[in-house]
């Protein structure tokens, strides 16, 4: 099935929303929220199969004010296409886009228990980051080298 990526625009909002629709609703708006917001920065991916978009995947062009560092903030892959290597080949799209842009590096926090997420990080060549300013509890940094 070809899988193709682009970047999200406004009227693709609902869509997106279809693919974390098993959030719950306190948090589902405050990430609408977010999402209209990278939108507008067009700082949000689409992963598109069919036709339909089935994940996404949000950043921030600045890490600590370093626009030299990008920040992963968000990437979900709809639950019916995950474990099919589809959200580490997203990650792969979105690595060479830095590289495109030279970043030098890409930070990505993930929580420790989400296994699933920091193996996929990890497998796309990320590393763990175990001297990072801890200003999440719980959360594991993962940062990618592109120098």
């Known amino acids: 099935n070809m899988i193709s990526y682009r970047k999200a625009e406004q009227k693709d909002l609902n869509e997106i929303m279809d693919v974390i629709n098993d959030v719950d609703l306190e948090n589902q708006k405050e990430s609408k929220n977010k999402i209209v917001d990278r939108i507008s920065k067009s700082q949000l991916l689409c992963c598109i199969s069919d036709n339909k978009i089935i994940g996404f995947l949000g ?23 995950r474990s099919k290597e589809i959200g580490q080949d997203f990650v792969k799209y979105f690595l060479k886009m830095c590289r495109d842009k030279k970043v030098k590096k890409l930070y990505a926090h993930v929580q420790e228990h989400n296994a699933q997420s920091l193996k996929m990080l990890l497998n796309t060549g990320g590393m763990i980051n175990t001297d990072s300013d801890k200003s999440v509890p719980n959360e594991i940094t993962v940062e990618f080298s592109f120098i």
Request: hydrophobic share 25%; net charge negative.
């Open 59 to 81: 950043w921030d062009t600045k890490f600590h004010d370093n626009s030299d560092h990008w920040y992963l903030e968000q990437i979900t892959i709809q639950k019916d296409y």
